[in-house]
Structures are given as structure tokens and as C-alpha cells.
């Protein structure tokens, strides 16, 4: 099997499982950044929270996926209500820099006063001990650590995936109904001129905070999500880069399209496996029908880009995209049909004449 | 004796030393077409942004059919019947001219929040019909799907007004309507605002074209360095040897 088809191979469900959970997780984003046009670097706090909230439902409660996602998205929502509340009093950078700062803070309470919730840097896990209140009335504790289920599907591997999938598929159909909505009107008038929004009669706070509110709903599902796929939460899903990841996922795909942000969370987490598995074993394999000489050179050279060096390859194609393609991979596809579209038209024009007869006498 | 729509009274505002308005007191009778007309620096426009909330006045008081306005946010004053057209126009200039017009009658049907995430905008053929109907009057119906950023100055003043106008607002403010316009442009867009006089609509017009005022207008006031020197009927005003002298010049 060639590399660059090797993630959708036959035992590899767990990449496929990330597309859906993190094209879930870029959608939400989207309504945020795509509608309204304020930029969160926070969001990484929300699904954080999606996944210790599902984590302990199961500990608590039950193995079912359902309770699971539900407290994921309430526990998500209420906090993205806490900080979008404090953070919309300001808009442009002020506002980015503030949800940056509270998604550290939580962050920074996963890792210390909040062990007692979270277990700190060990991450919150399941245990044999747990009391799992609901599944105790129906079912005697096995010998080893129950594993999530959908009414007693598992939700690993690709039936995990299925489920995924087919919340994805929700999730996008109501973003597409926000989006075509009186209500996505009102975010995309906040995007384009709030002045006028407030000569027109509108209170733009509450569109706003609702907007923010819904998208950390989606991340913490997507948080929700990644603990049903792969039942433990550490604080590292809180950090930073998480909250970057999903900004340069939305981006890529297409800031403010509804099927770009999908694309941008596939494309990044595609590129994140294949270029990470890459090793200087690999690498040299790859170049060995070229002299030994220069597969001496070259390999060093690839070898910075792939690995844990992959981030690079990311930059790289991310300053490529943002240069030629400010709309992201949507303005490419569009370009492109644009372009077929009108040679099309051409061929059919220059055709048309010819096709006259009598033109040419 | 006519009922007042907006008084104004005793209004100060001030900028750092500077005395933008001085005790301003102004009377606009319901049903009316009032212009404020004035030098460059007069405070015409700092008149209008103490109206609709965007300044607070340092003293005295406005009141809008006997509710007072000031300390009221923007969209609150909005809300109860007070729209604007700004001297640069304050559109949304990325989306297409039906949806500008659509998106403020929705404001005007569900008020200042409503979350209406359900519906879909496709469904909603009453605002539709209602904001094509507006877009014909100010004669923008056909371009109704470009991008409202595309339009020349003028069309985007026309699409502006077109906004306030589907507010169905009480009181409609203009700051400078015809500014930049053509002069095709400009006799278009006073038969539009004579059009909406005959509904029974409110106006006040800060205008520099005099041409505009005195065919628009049933009360004339004039603004000088903060204050109202004169106000009365388009030809009173006209003659009035203190308006001559700090406004007008040798010229009328």
C-alpha cells in the first residue's frame, strides 16, 4: 500500500475517528469565527472540559456514550458562557487575547488546585473502583475495565468512527441551518458593521454570547467525543496549541464556508499521521534508487520536516495556502471550477461559429 | 398646536475646552420635514449623535415623544422609532443588498434579540416581499443581489436610506443625504424624501444644498458656532439679517 493511503488502511480507524471528532470540533468554531469574525484562541478550554465531563460520567454514572455527550456539551457550554460573558466586552484582539488568557488559566487549574478533578498530570482515568451508579443496577462489575459503549456497541474502532460520523453529519447540518438562519444574518451583520447593527435596534451582546455559547457546545462534544473513542482526559487538551490548532484548521478549509472548516480539520489531522510516521528509515527507503551520495544529503534534509518535525511541514503549507489562497482551500476549489467553467464556455464559443454554416464563404 | 415629536432642551456638550453645543434648544413638530442647516463646524452632526445615543450631552435634555433619549443605549433609541442615515454611509458591505435590507426588518418584527436559529431565511417571504418592495422605491431593486460594498457612493446612501426606511421609523435623521451625489442623483433622492413626507413620517435634514432645503423643507433652523440663531419658515429664515450675516453671507 502506498504511504499517502496507509492512514485509511484496514486497521486504522483511529485517524478516521480524529477527522470526525475534529471536523466537529473546527464546524463549532466556525460559527464563531466564520459568522461573527471574532477570533477565540480559547477554545481549547471548552473541549478540555467536553472530555473530563464525559470522563466522569462514566466513572460516575455509566459507560453509555449518550450521558456521556450530553454532560459534555452542558458542562462545555456553561463554561463558554462564563468566559464569552467576560471576554465580549471586548472585540478585535482584545477579545482573542482575553479567551487566550482564560483558556491558560483553566489550563493551568487542570494542572494544580483542580487535581482533585482533573489528576492532574497523570489525566483523569478510568478505574476498577469506580461506581458507574447506573451500569451497577444492570450489570455485575466484569474482571477488567469496562469499555465504553452505545448501548452495549463499543466505541472503539470503527463502530467509534460510525458514531462519530454520524454526529459530524448532525452537527453540520445545524450549522448549515444557523448559517441560513434570520439568526446567522444577524452574526454575519455583526461581522460586516456593528455600528449599523445598533442604529438598526439591535443588541448585538446576546447574538454574540449565544453565538460563542453554541460553539463551545461543539467543542466540547468534540471533547465529549475523544473520551468515548478513548475513555481518559489530560490537561494537555486544554492547552494553547489546541486552541491554535482549530484556528489554522478553520482557516485552511475556508474561514465562513460551511464544508471548509470539515476539509481543514481532515486535511491537518491526514498530514499530522502521515508525516509524523515518517522516520529517517522510511525516508531513506524512499530515495534509495537515487546514489548513495545524495540520499545521504537529502535524507537529513526531509528528515527536518517529517517526524516531530511535521509542525514545520504544516507552517510550510499554511503560509502557501494563506499567500495564494487568502479563503483557504474553498477559494482554491472555487477558482478551479471557475476556471473549468469558463474554458468550458470558450470551447463551446469558439465551436459555435464553425458550427454556422456558410460562416466561412 | 401640532404635537412635538423630538425637543430638545438646553442641550450642552463639550470636547475638552472646546464648545461643541451651547444650549440648543430645538422643537420638531410631528409630520414635519425640519433641516438644520449651518457652517462647516457648527455641531450639525454632534447634534444628531446626542439624538440617536451615540454622545451623551453634558447637560440638558433630549426627549423623543416624551420619553427622555439620553443615557438610552443606541439600539434602545432605535428600537422605539428613532433611525439614521450617517454622512458616510453605515451599511453591511459584504453582503448582498436584499440581505442589508432584510436584516433590519427582522429588528423591526423581532426586536432587539431574538434567537431565530430554526427558521430559515429562504422561508421568510413576507420580510422578502417587504424588503424588495423597499429596494424598488429607492431604485436598487435590480442589482438587489450584489454585494452592497460594489455600489458607487450613491446607491450605497440610496441602499442606506432604504434600511432606515424599513424600520418604519417615527423620526428619520439624515446627515447630509445628498452629499457626493450627481445632480440627477440628488433631484431622485429628494422625490423619494418628499414620497416618504406624504406618509406622515418625521424628518430632520442636515444639509449643505440649499436646493435640497427649501424644497424639502417646512421649518428651517440654523446652527452657528453651537447654537440655533434663527428657526422658522424656509423664507423667514431666508431673510433673517443674522443668518444672512453668519451664514449665507453676500451671497443670498
Redesign the interface.
Known sequence: MPIWLEPFGANYPDLLQKFAIYGIFAIGFNILFGLTGYLSFGHAAFLGIGSYAAVWSFKLLTMNAIPAMFFAVIFAGGLAFIIGFLSLRRSGIYFSILTLAFAQMSYKLAYSVLTPLTNGETGLQLRQTDPRIIDSLFVEAGAGLPSTNLFGLKMSGYPGFYFCAVILIIGFFISM??F???????L??I???Q??????????R??ML?AFVISGMYAGLAGGLLAITDPLAGAERMQWTASGEVVLMTVLGGVGTLIGPVLGAGLIKYFENIFSAFNAHVLTEMFSFLPDAVVEVLVPIFGLFVGGGWHLTLGLLFVVVIIFLPGGLMEGFNKLFGLLRKSGAQIRGKRTPQDQPGDGG | MSNLVLHLDDVQKNFGGLRALSDVNLAVEEGTTHAIIGPNGAGKSTLLNVC?GRLKPDAGSVTFDGQELTGM????I??IGV??V?QTP??????TLL?NV???A???R?????????????S?SEIRGEAEHILEDVGLKEQMMLEAGSLSRGDKRRLELG?CLI?KPRLLLLDEPTAGMSRHDTNSTIDLLKKIKSRGMTKVIIEHDMHVVFSLADKVSVLARGQIIASGLPEDVREDPKVKEAYLGGTA
Request: charged share 20%; aromatic share 12%.
Open positions: 441551518r444557523v441560513r438562519s434570520p439568526f446567522g444574518l444577524m454575519k451583520g461581522k460586516s458593521n455600528n449599523r447593527m445598533n442604529y438598526t435596534g439591535l443588541n448585538t446576546p447574538y449565544t | 440617536v443605549l443606541p439600539h434602545e432605535a428600537q433611525a439614521r450617517f453605515e451599511i453591511f458591505p459584504d453582503m440581505e432584510m436584516l433590519p427582522f429588528s423591526r423581532d426586536g432587539a434579540f431574538k434567537f431565530n436559529a430554526l427558521s430559515k431565511l429562504s421568510q434600511m424600520l
